[in-house]
T-cell receptor
Framework: AQSVTQLDSQVPVFEEAPVELRCNYS??????LFWYVQYPNQGLQLLLK??????LVKGINGFEAEFNKSQTSFHLRKPSVHISDTAEYFC?????????????FGEGTQLTVNP | EPEVTQTPSHQVTQMGQEVILRCVPISNHLYFYWYRQILGQKVEFLVS????????KSEIFDDQFSVERPDGSNFTLKIRSTKLEDSAMYFCASLLWDSPYEQYFGPGTRLTVT
């Protein structure tokens, strides 16, 4: 079984400031890692994913995340945020063992970017 | 760009009634999923569907729930006798077999049980 913990439920930042959203996971098997974003009244959109290889992955809208196997973490970062980045962000994992496996989500982090 | 669609966007029903939530996955996708998100809580997996049968289900997905792909394009979730605790946002998702494991999500159906 897998579990995901997002350490901050709410992160307020000012526009153009850097931001880091933290994610830790627990799993008895190797996993793929994902970050999804949910804008108000919309579905979940994939920001980025880690499948294998380089531990630093880049996604859409200037976001990046770094996989740290020893710390079982997959923190999301952006060097300079915009008002439009205000949204809920979800970290998720799925086991590598089979295709089509379920996603297990964290509780979500509400990022609010203030002018 | 192809997208997953869901209808209705909001459904209000009385406790004990049956509801059917509908989804149209992306046309060439092979795996289909239902997730739900109770207000203020995390997104939870309900069920996955592949090759016209359930491939995995969670402990939430009890006998009150069923899924169907009736016509090769729609994917439905039926709740036979709704309870107050079924009130949630229900998300449909689909996955291409050999894609980089990206599940594409629909906008969700908000189910309110009164």
């Amino acid at each position: 079984a897998q579990s995901v913990t997002q350490l901050d439920s709410q992160v307020p930042v000012f526009e153009e400031a850097p931001v880091e959203l933290r994610c830790n996971y627990s799993s008895s098997v190797s996993v793929y890692l994902f970050w999804y974003v949910q804008y108000p009244n919309q579905g979940l959109q994939l920001l980025l994913k880690y499948l294998s290889g380089s531990t630093l992955v880049k996604g859409i809208n200037g976001f990046e995340a770094e996989f740290n196997k020893s710390q079982t973490s997959f923190h999301l970062r952006k060097p300079s945020v915009h008002i439009s980045d205000t949204a809920e962000y979800f970290c998720a994992v799925s086991p590598k063992k089979t295709s089509g496996s379920r996603l297990t989500f964290g509780e979500g982090t509400q990022l609010t970017v203030n002018p | 760009e192809p997208e997953v669609t869901q209808t209705p966007s909001h459904q209000v029903t009385q406790m004990g009634q049956e509801v059917i939530l509908r989804c149209v996955p992306i046309s060439n996708h092979l795996y289909f999923y239902w997730y739900r998100q109770i207000l203020g809580q995390k997104v939870e997996f309900l069920v996955s569907f592949y090759n016209n049968e359930i491939s995995e289900k969670s402990e939430i997905f009890d006998d009150q729930f069923s899924v169907e792909r009736p016509d090769g394009s729609n994917f439905t979730l039926k709740i036979r006798s709704t309870k107050l605790e079924d009130s949630a946002m229900y998300f449909c998702a689909s996955l291409l077999w050999d894609s980089p494991y990206e599940q594409y999500f629909g906008p969700g159906t908000r189910l309110t049980v009164t």
